[in-house]
């Protein structure tokens, strides 16, 4: 009986949600890719879930104007804040947003990025989420909603308007960024039958040892 109860336990061990702790989306930063934000437009880009996640850290790249390539240190304000999804487009802001990162420069040769990490405790569901980044001191942002890195489609919402328009080609770009965070991998359904299966093969094997030590 004790082995019974230990080799269920185990078995149910092996099979229960997993948390794993990683990178869980990725589009860091390439050639000059970054956004400059220290003008009045608010940037938005999204990524996926598939599984059940707890946030911890969003990591975002910026840059400033061409005229000021090699700046050593970020002079701007910035804020970063977590958008549900609504049919391909951000909807509304679920948490933040967040306006103390831990930002550090990164030298790129003829000019200078800066990477900004934010430090957050955010539990998600699987699901498709909306990266928010802007300066906070903009009036009346224009609102721009990118999807994928390099060159992906790109949308549109102009101050004080609903609606969103597909822009012109020259302002398709994405947000480099990253999310960590700690992941509770569920098992898959059939994972759970051969689970069950094994333990009634177990329960039957048990019952008759049980059957002939009693003969």
Do not use: C
């Amino acid at each position: 009986m004790l082995r019974l109860v230990l080799t269920s336990l185990t078995v149910g061990a092996l099979f229960s949600p997993q948390v794993v702790d990683a990178q869980i989306w990725s589009q860091s930063p390439a050639g000059s890719a970054g956004i400059d934000i220290t003008g009045g437009n608010w940037w938005a880009d999204s990524f996926v879930l598939s599984d059940p996640t707890t946030v911890f850290l969003f990591r975002v790249w910026t840059h400033l104007p061409e005229e000021q390539p090699r700046e050593t240190s970020w002079p701007g304000s910035l804020s970063l804040a977590l958008y549900s999804d609504l049919s391909g487009e951000p909807g509304s802001a679920i948490s933040g947003p967040w306006t103390t990162p831990t930002t550090d420069v990164e030298d790129q040769g003829v000019f200078n990025l800066f990477r900004h990490d934010f430090a957050v405790s955010v539990p998600l569901s699987a699901a498709t989420y909306w990266l928010v980044m802007h300066n906070p001191t903009a009036v009346e942002p224009h609102f721009w909603a990118v999807h994928g890195f390099e060159g992906g489609q790109a949308i549109h919402r102009p101050p004080g308007e609903t609606d969103w328009y597909a822009p012109e080609a020259q302002y398709r770009r994405s947000l480099a960024f990253e999310v960590y965070g700690e992941t509770s991998v569920v098992p898959e359904p059939s994972t759970w039958v051969l689970l069950a299966t094994g333990l009634v093969g177990i329960g039957i094997v048990a019952r008759r040892r049980k059957d002939e030590d009693e003969v």
